[in-house]
């Protein structure tokens, strides 16, 4: 069973939202994670879980402290977990040049490139190492788990959900990068984790993932601010998702929403909405 070091806990709403560390032997360096337990999970209670991945420049703080997921998820029974965003602190050339790109960026992809290949595994990290921990660790019900998002948190989500059927058993996304092989911030990453050959992309885009998406039937809830900065940039790009959902025959509901922009205020407004799709599909 891996070994957590508790960094933080805190009562909150009947439950407690922790952090804690860990040695990743995916990522080669400490993580931290942030886990949400209901009261009836501390009492040894098995529950649902649901997995939030956050986006560019987000610790595992972001969520805990803005997202306002707690109120919700201890009414509905729901442990939420929140693994970080990349490896930290490996002294690589240029890991904290940029926000979009090596530390707090690591784009939940196994990175191929020499310089990065051996710690930015942040898709394996989390599919596998991060996963397993969670179930060994606390009261779960491992095949009662769901994934959501935000940008490039929303990617993972429906990267990982596209990419493994079966694995959640819910999904949904904020604003996330839906087609990062055509916009800048997945350019960026894309080439330097994974190189030029813009085939290997593929393997982590959603809006191509989705035409070959054969596994248990979805049911994805995406919201988009329309006063997203990052959507008028053309960086998320959800109708691109929407049209190869549409294609696919995978159910998808684009949610627009007057006036708000990426921040965690427009996730904190959507949260319960979120969180309750999450409770719908995970208890049955
Ligand atoms: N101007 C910001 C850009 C970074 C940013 O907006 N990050 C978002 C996610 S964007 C896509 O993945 C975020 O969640 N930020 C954290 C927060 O608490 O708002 C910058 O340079 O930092």
């Avoid at 649901?50 to 707690?70: D, H, R, Y």
């Avoid at 693994?83 to 904290?96: A, K, Q």
Wanted: contains cysteine; hydrophobic residues 35%; aromatic residues 12%.
């Amino acid at each position: 069973m891996s070994k957590l070091t508790l960094v933080s806990s805190n009562k909150t709403f009947g439950g407690e939202q922790r952090v804690y560390s860990h040695e990743s032997s995916e990522v080669g360096c400490t993580m931290k994670f942030g886990v949400f337990l209901p009261a009836e999970a501390l009492a040894g209670t098995k529950l649902p879980v649901v997995m939030w991945l956050s986006g560019l420049t987000c610790t595992e703080q972001n969520f805990i402290s803005k997202a306002g997921a707690q109120r919700v998820a201890a009414e509905l029974k729901l442990i939420i977990v929140n693994p970080d965003t990349s490896p930290r602190g490996l002294n690589i050339e240029g890991e904290d040049d940029s926000y979009d790109f090596g530390s707090g960026a690591g784009f939940y992809v196994d990175a191929t490139t020499n310089k990065w290949k051996k710690n930015y595994r942040m898709y394996s990290y989390v599919t596998k190492e991060f996963l397993s921990l969670v179930h060994d660790n606390f009261p779960t019900i491992p095949d009662k788990q769901g994934v959501f998002g935000h940008s490039m948190g929303g990617h993972g989500a429906l990267i990982m959900t596209l990419k493994n059927p079966g694995m959640f058993s819910s999904v949904s996304a904020f604003a996330p990068i839906s087609h990062p092989m055509e916009c800048p911030w997945g350019h960026k990453c894309f080439g330097g984790y994974l190189g030029e050959d813009k085939d290997t992309w593929k393997a982590y885009d959603a809006s191509v993932l989705v035409k070959t998406y054969d596994g248990p039937p979805l049911d994805i809830l995406v919201d988009q601010g329309s006063a997203d900065n990052f959507l008028k940039e053309n960086q998320l790009l959800p109708e691109k998702f929407i049209e190869a959902c549409k294609e696919s025959n995978v159910p998808c509901v684009l949610r627009m929403k007057e006036g708000y922009d990426h921040s965690y205020y427009f996730i904190a407004s959507f949260m319960e909405d979120h969180l309750r799709h999450h409770a719908k599909h995970l208890h049955h």
